[in-house]
């Protein structure tokens, strides 16, 4: 079982930033892929960032949306995924959940609300 904790949401204005942390524990050996992804109220989850392990290194997926102005990082030896979120709109207000792929096995955090204020 593998267990994600988020941090780092809150309310912010347009034009902010913020940084959220995902930290896994549990029965990990390795984490395919670590990630991001958002809620907004009425509509779907929908992918923000992904950061995948591969042979040669990591392969890293954004959604347009968010292309310039988020970014993904990952502390392998942590087991945490980071999301820096900067020049935030108010678009960006959802719920954002922490993901990993672990053993092919999908895992989801709790989520965590980030409000951007206009």
């Known amino acids: 079982q593998v267990q994600l904790v988020e941090s780092g949401g809150g309310l912010v204005q347009a034009g902010g930033s913020l940084t959220l942390s995902c930290a896994a524990s549990?029965?990990?050996?390795?984490?395919?892929?670590m990630g991001w992804y958002r809620q907004a109220p009425g509509k779907q989850r929908e992918l923000v960032a992904l950061?995948?392990?591969?042979?040669?290194?990591?392969?890293?997926n954004y959604a347009d949306s968010v292309k310039g102005r988020f970014t993904i990082s990952r502390d392998n030896a942590k087991n945490t995924v980071y999301l820096q979120m900067n020049s935030l709109k108010p678009q960006d207000t959802a719920v954002y959940y922490c993901?990993?792929?672990?053993?092919?096995?999908?895992?989801w955090g709790q989520g965590t609300q980030v409000t951007v204020s206009s």
């Open positions: 993901y990993a792929l672990v053993s092919a096995i999908d895992y």
């Open positions: 549990g029965s990990i050996f390795s984490i395919d892929t």
């Open positions: 950061v995948a392990s591969i042979t040669s290194g990591s392969v890293i």
